[in-house]
C-alpha cells in the first residue's frame, strides 16, 4: 500500500486506491456550480465514508459582508468524533490572517487569485465530514469547493488525524518583567496546546502591532510532555522562528517558500498587520503526552499587540479541547 504521493520518485509505483471527489457542481447541468449559504446556516459540505484519505481542499468564496473570512467557520470530523478535530475561521485555515486575502504558495497550503487550497493529508478509517457556517450578519455567502480523496480497501493501523487549532488574544498583556528577564514563560502567546500523543506540523502568525517598534525580540518555547522552565526548545526570536533573520529588515516585500513565509508585511515602522507561516514537514514536534507552543510578544512580553495564529499538528484520538473558538465580534479584525 503506497500513502505517500507527494514525492516524484514514488510516481512510478502502481497504486489499488480509488480517487474521488465531493465537489459544489451544478448536478443540473447548468453552470450555478456553488453553494449559498445564508447568516446563520450551517451545511455539510462533505460525508464520506472510510477507509479513506483527503488529499486537497480547494475552496473560493464570495461575499460582500466585511471580513467575512473570519466570519465564516471551517469545521471537520473524523470516525464518528462529536467534538471537531478542525474548527477555525475559514481564511485563517487556509493560511489568511486578519480575515484578508494574501498571494502565498507554501508546500501545504496556499492562495492563487482567491482560490484556497490545502493539502495536508487527511486519514479516516470509519467516516469524515466536513461543515461550513456562516456566522455573517446580512449577506449570504457564495461557496466553491472541492474535496479530492481516496478510498482505500484497508489503512494501515496507526495513522493520526489531522488537527488544526485557532487563537486570538487581542490586545496581549504587555508586562515589564524585572530587568526585562523571561524565566518562566508563563505570560507568552500560546499558539498550541495539546494534551495526547502526536506531533506538531506548523503554524501561522498573525499580528496586529498596535505601535511602532520591532516585535521579532519574541522567542518561541516549546514545552513537551509537562517540561517546566527551561522548555527543550527554546528560539531567539520570532523572525528566527519563522526562519527569517535580523529584524526582517532586507524584506521590502512579502515572501513565500515550500515550508516558510512571511506572506503579509505590515508598515516599514513595524506598525499594522502582519503574517508569517513555518511548516515542519521536514521536522516534526514529537509529543507523547502533551505539548505547550508559545510566543514572546516583544522581548520579554513588552509588547501588547493583536496575536492570532491557526496551528496544524496530527493527533491520535481521542483529542482533549483545550480553547473554544471566540464568538465571531471577537474574531473580527481590527479595523486599519
Not at 194 to 207: F, K
Not at 250 to 273: A, C, E, I, Q, R
Not at 291 to 306: C, F, T, Y
Amino acid at each position: 500500500m503506497l500513502l505517500g504521493s507527494g514525492s516524484l520518485g514514488t510516481l512510478m509505483f502502481v497504486r489499488s486506491h480509488r480517487n474521488k471527489r465531493i465537489s459544489s457542481y451544478d448536478k443540473s447541468g447548468a453552470n450555478a456550480d456553488f453553494w449559498v449559504l445564508y447568516p446563520g446556516d450551517t451545511k455539510v459540505i462533505a460525508s464520506m465514508d472510510g477507509p479513506g484519505v483527503i488529499r486537497h481542499i480547494w475552496m473560493t468564496l464570495g461575499c460582500e459582508e466585511p471580513a467575512f473570512l473570519r466570519r465564516i467557520v471551517l469545521r471537520m470530523f473524523w470516525d464518528d468524533e462529536s467534538d471537531p478535530s478542525v474548527e477555525t475561521p475559514i481564511g485563517d485555515f487556509f493560511g489568511l490572517g486578519h480575515a484578508r486575502t494574501a498571494y502565498f504558495s507554501s508546500l501545504p497550503l496556499s492562495m492563487f487569485d482567491r482560490g484556497f487550497n490545502c493539502f495536508f493529508p487527511m486519514p479516516f478509517y470509519k467516516n469524515a465530514r466536513i461543515e461550513v457556517q456562516s456566522e455573517c450578519s446580512d449577506c449570504p455567502l457564495i461557496l466553491y469547493f472541492y474535496v479530492d480523496y481516496e478510498t482505500h480497501e484497508k489503512l494501515p493501523q496507526g495513522l493520526a488525524p489531522f488537527h488544526a487549532q485557532w487563537r486570538r488574544e487581542n490586545p496581549c498583556k504587555a508586562v515589564q518583567l524585572p530587568y526585562e528577564q523571561n524565566v518562566d514563560g508563563k505570560e507568552n502567546y500560546i499558539i498550541l496546546e495539546a494534551r495526547g500523543h502526536g506531533h506538531y506540523v506548523g503554524c501561522h502568525l498573525n499580528i496586529d502591532a498596535l505601535s511602532p517598534g520591532w516585535w521579532g525580540e519574541g522567542d518561541d518555547m516549546f514545552f513537551i510532555d509537562g517540561e517546566k522552565w527551561p522548555p527543550g526548545i527554546h528560539g531567539t526570536g520570532t523572525e528566527d522562528y519563522f526562519c527569517g533573520a535580523w529584524n526582517f529588515n532586507n524584506v521590502n516585500s512579502p515572501f513565500w517558500t515550500p515550508y516558510y513565509g512571511y506572506h503579509l508585511k505590515g508598515n516599514d515602522d513595524y506598525t499594522g498587520k502582519h503574517s508569517m507561516y513555518r511548516y515542519h514537514i521536514e521536522d516534526p514536534i514529537v509529543f507523547h503526552r502533551s505539548i505547550l507552543l508559545s510566543i514572546e510578544h516583544g522581548h520579554a512580553n513588552d509588547m501588547g499587540h493583536d496575536y492570532s495564529s491557526t496551528a496544524y499538528w496530527y493527533q491520535a484520538e481521542p483529542h482533549e479541547k483545550t480553547v473554544e473558538l471566540l464568538p465571531v465580534n471577537l474574531r473580527l479584525p481590527r479595523p486599519d
